[in-house]
């Protein structure tokens, strides 16, 4: 049997924070200063804005909360996305930013190579499949 507070301290909520809110430096500070998260993201840094919206993935409960992810959201593109690998969570990020987009609005999304297979299932499709040499390929789903 699982142990209660285990499977509490994995319990995630997903936080829509304004790219002016002070809030989200607290959030997402010490990860996107991380040595790996900087790597991980090619050394380029994550770019914000007034009207960045981020989806910001909390773990833990009251006691102990760690960010465990987060993506933001600027004209109808996804941008900003922070995993650490993790499908599960990038999928349950993606869907919350989706199903707050209105029906009929073309969503784009710069995949990772291999974050593709994942997009493809959420019904992404690729806007150019003749350079398969390069780590990074844009993708766009109308919802």
């Known amino acids: 049997m699982e142990n209660p507070k285990e499977a509490e301290s994995e319990e995630i909520r997903i936080v829509k924070v304004q790219g002016s809110d002070p809030l989200l430096h607290r959030l997402i500070g010490p990860m996107v200063i991380h040595p790996l998260v900087i790597s991980l993201n090619g050394g380029y840094p994550f770019k914000n804005t007034e009207e960045h919206l981020w989806y910001i993935a909390i773990r833990g409960n ?10 933001s959201v600027l004209n109808n593109t996804i941008e900003n996305d922070c995993t650490l690998r993790d499908q599960l969570l990038l999928a349950r990020l993606v869907k919350t930013a989706l199903a707050d987009m209105p029906a009929g609005t073309v969503v784009r999304f710069t995949a990772h190579k291999d974050e593709i297979p994942l997009m493809k299932e959420l019904g992404f499709e690729l806007t150019n499949t003749k350079r398969p040499a390069v780590e990074y390929f844009k993708m766009f789903k109308k919802i």
């Open 62 to 71: 009251k006691e102990t909360k760690e960010t465990a992810g987060f993506l």
